[in-house]
T-cell receptor, first 115, second 113 residues
Framework: AQSVAQPEDQVNVAEGNPLTVKCTYSVSGNPYLFWYVQYPNRGLQFLLKYITGDNLVKGSYGFEAEFNKSQTSFHLKKPSALVSDSALYFCAVRDILTGANNLFFGTGTRLTVIP | KAGVTQTPRYLIKTRGQQVTLSCSPISGHRSVSWYQQTPGQGLQFLFEYFSETQRNKGNFPGRFSGRQFSNSRSEMNVSTLELGDSALYLC????????????FGQGTRLTVV
């Protein structure tokens, strides 16, 4: 069975400091991993994905994520946080072994960047 | 290129009623998935449609149903509404290539009173 865990409901970071939002996953086959961000009363916006290749992937708005197969993790990072990064972040996995298009999501992490 | 369009944005319904939500995917995308988002349960997969056929289904009761039309537009229906059905319902549009990301609409906020 597929699952995604985001162990922190809330992450607070000072503006200008680096941020990390954690994600671990479980799938039966090779994972396709995604990060999405959600602003209040909005849908989900795609940030970045890992499909194959380089373990460090870069995405929108200066975000990046590191895929670690041995630790089954896909943590989201940004070198210098902005107040505008404050939002709800979701990690998701697609299990390509099933061939299904749907995503399994973590419960989300609320990021607050403090000015 | 237009994004994913969901209508209506907000709905208030009474227990026992039924509701229909609509989703128009990105042009050229033939896969449409529906998700329910609640504070307690997070994002839960409802079902996926492709070429007017349900391809995949999450763990929801039969009160939740959907369909897809030949132009790829999709609707979901919830019958005999319960208070617990209050949620943000999100539609996602995808190509068939599993490498690609899904694009989400802004959602329909359903409140059941």
């Amino acid at each position: 069975a597929q699952s995604v865990a985001q162990p922190e409901d809330q992450v607070n970071v000072a503006e200008g400091n680096p941020l990390t939002v954690k994600c671990t996953y479980s799938v039966s086959g090779n994972p396709y991993l995604f990060w999405y961000v959600q602003y209040p009363n909005r849908g989900l916006q795609f940030l970045l994905k890992y499909i194959t290749g380089d373990n460090l992937v870069k995405g929108s708005y200066g975000f990046e994520a590191e895929f670690n197969k041995s630790q089954t993790s896909f943590h989201l990072k940004k070198p210098s946080a902005l107040v505008s990064d404050s939002a709800l972040y979701f990690c998701a996995v697609r299990d390509i072994l099933t061939g299904a298009n749907n995503l399994f999501f973590g419960t989300g992490t609320r990021l607050t960047v403090i000015p | 290129k237009a994004g994913v369009t969901q209508t209506p944005r907000y709905l208030i319904k009474t227990r026992g009623q039924q509701v229909t939500l609509s989703c128009s995917p990105i042009s050229g995308h033939r896969s449409v998935s529906w998700y329910q988002q609640t504070p307690g349960q997070g994002l839960q997969f409802l079902f996926e449609y492709f070429s007017e056929t349900q391809r995949n289904k999450g763990n929801f009761p039969g009160r939740f149903s959907g369909r897809q039309f030949s132009n790829s537009r999709s609707e979901m229906n919830v019958s005999t509404l319960e208070l617990g059905d209050s949620a943000l319902y999100l539609c996602a549009s995808s190509s068939l290539n599993l490498n690609t990301e899904a694009f989400f609409g802004q959602g329909t906020r359903l409140t059941v009173v």
